[in-house]
């Protein structure tokens, strides 16, 4: 089943339900404190905290997201992509956890030949939070699930809020059981990879008043009206139901991912180390393609800083493969061809995107041409003297004299098996950002810096503040 057609099929499920059928929002959110919109119910926020009231009663829709989080995870699971789509249905006071379960339920199992997605009862598990017997009496009810196959999970899991005062709930996720050459027996609460989670129910009831943490709240009441907010990750069930191994090879990845492997000569699934750099390459291309398509740039802060950061992370991955040639027109254009049917403006902004993409990746190159053989030399003088990490001095160099990230560095040296003298790196900025700024000061008036590589000057302070922004993510995070 393509990834279009299970889309397809979600949006008249549900809109034949009663749900109005609602526009992917863009990456870009309109909530200030967000950098990117990172779950489907993003766009409706202010309908579930009352601040406007919900112009429908029930919606639906396939939500572009991006989860800077969850980069790292790239290529490693299965699971995580920095960009994904989120299916959600929502009540706004109307129905509640009932009608969650029983839609999630008899859309999942329905037969393909009524409108469904045909799975087998047998291969589902669900989670619900700990003291939500409701939730496990209508599981058993509503889906018939035996008793073993829901299991109750404690409030870092399956209770959902904002992080802040206003509306939260416990939830309840559904997930797959991929089989046991996966992992073993015991279900969701013990393994994550063999039982694969799908859908996340969140049953939104109370009103939160002092928020602590995570998993440290009180509770003021019960909301005037109880909402639903659901997210089945789409990627997930399209690998399911592709009988692939992971999201990189869907229908709306995998060509970019082949791309990657014409490219380098090198064949997927040959070794570990290569395969995960093509999934990476085939979750950052389309990452930057959607994002740059949505309106943003690359540049040194916020959301740009974010998308040259996946650029990058393409270039590198690309030379890890043993290329070093320019790669990103092959690589985009295939993007392009994956995602223009679900996503026609993808074609329509496409000579916008490419020439940036293209832009940035000329830049980097030259970059890292000019400092990738320090790096080398200085790797190789560190391990030769048995030193276990990179000078500050040589990072602060190469930062400051080529243009190299430091999180680049960070990278190199890891996988040489070395660390990077942090500290002094750092003590090196923080004087060259006083010197830069008594420059500043006797300067003031004359032209600006024009060397090739000021773009990379803040890099240090960029990265932090991409970690900040980072943070806010979580909020939404179930
Ligand atoms: P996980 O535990 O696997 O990281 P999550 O609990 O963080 O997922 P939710 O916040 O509950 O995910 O989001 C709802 C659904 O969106 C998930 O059940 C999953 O199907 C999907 N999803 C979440 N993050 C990603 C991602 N990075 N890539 C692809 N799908 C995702
Ligand atoms: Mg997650
Ligand atoms: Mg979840
Ligand atoms: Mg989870």
């Not at 939500?132 to 299991?151: C, F, S, T, Y």
């Not at 996340?200 to 709240?217: I, P």
């Amino acid at each position: 089943m393509q990834t279009a057609e299970i889309q397809r099929r979600w949006l008249s499920f549900f809109g034949d339900r009663g749900h109005t059928v609602v526009p992917s929002a863009s990456l870009v959110s309109d909530d200030p404190t967000l950098l990117f919109t990172v779950a489907g119910m993003v766009p409706f926020i202010p309908y579930f905290t009352g601040v406007v009231p919900a112009p429908f009663p029930r919606a639906t829709s396939v939500q572009k997201c991006i989860r800077t989080l969850d980069i790292e995870e790239v290529g490693k699971t299965t699971r995580h992509g920095t960009f994904f789509q989120m299916n959600g249905n929502f009540s706004f006071g109307d129905y509640f956890k009932e009608g969650a379960i029983s839609y999630a339920w008899e859309l999942l199992t329905s037969s393909e030949s009524d409108g469904g997605l045909g799975f087998e009862e047998r291969d589902l598990w669900v989670t619900v939070y700990e003291d939500d017997d409701e939730a496990i009496e209508l599981w058993k009810r509503v889906a018939g699930l035996p008793e073993h196959r829901i299991q109750r999970l404690g409030k870092s899991d399956n209770y959902w809020h904002t992080g802040q005062p206003g509306p939260g709930g416990p939830c309840s996720e559904i997930y797959f059981d991929r089989g046991p050459q996966f992992g073993a027996d015991g279900g969701p609460a013990v393994d994550d990879t063999r039982y694969l989670e799908i859908w996340n129910l969140v049953f939104m009831q109370y009103l939160l008043k002092e928020v602590r943490s995570k998993t440290d709240f009180d509770i003021a009441g019960e909301l005037p009206k109880k909402n639903i907010d659901t997210g089945m990750g789409m990627e997930r069930v399209a690998f399911i139901k592709q009988g692939v191994d992971n999201m990189y090879e869907i229908d709306q990845v995998r060509p970019v991912l082949d791309r990657a492997a014409e490219l380098s000569g090198r064949r997927y699934g040959a070794e570990h180390d290569d395969d995960v750099r093509m999934r990476v390459i085939a979750d950052h291309v389309r990452s930057s393609l959607m994002l740059m398509t949505d309106g943003v740039s690359p540049s040194n802060e916020g959301r740009g800083y974010i998308l040259r950061r996946l650029l990058r992370r393409v270039v590198r991955a690309m030379r890890l493969l043993g290329v070093d040639a320019p790669s990103f027109a092959e690589l985009f254009d295939a993007s392009r061809l994956a995602m223009r049917d679900a996503y026609p403006e993808v074609d329509a902004e496409y000579e916008r995107t490419s020439r940036l993409a293209l832009g940035e990746e000329e830049t980097f190159l030259r970059t890292l041409a000019s400092g990738t053989t320090i790096l080398d030399v200085a790797v190789a003088d560190t391990k030769r003297a048995g030193a276990p990490a990179l000078s500050g001095d040589t990072a602060f160099l190469l930062h400051d004299t080529f243009g190299f990230p430091i999180d680049l560095t960070l990278e190199v040296a890891e996988e040489a098996g070395l660390t990077v003298d942090r500290g002094a790196f750092d003590a090196l900025m923080t004087e060259q950002r006083a010197r830069a700024k008594a420059d500043a000061k006797a300067k003031k008036g004359k032209l600006a810096d024009l060397s090739v590589y000021s773009e990379f000057r803040a890099q240090g302070e960029t990265v932090f503040t991409g970690y900040d922004y980072l943070q806010t993510d979580s909020r939404i995070l179930g």
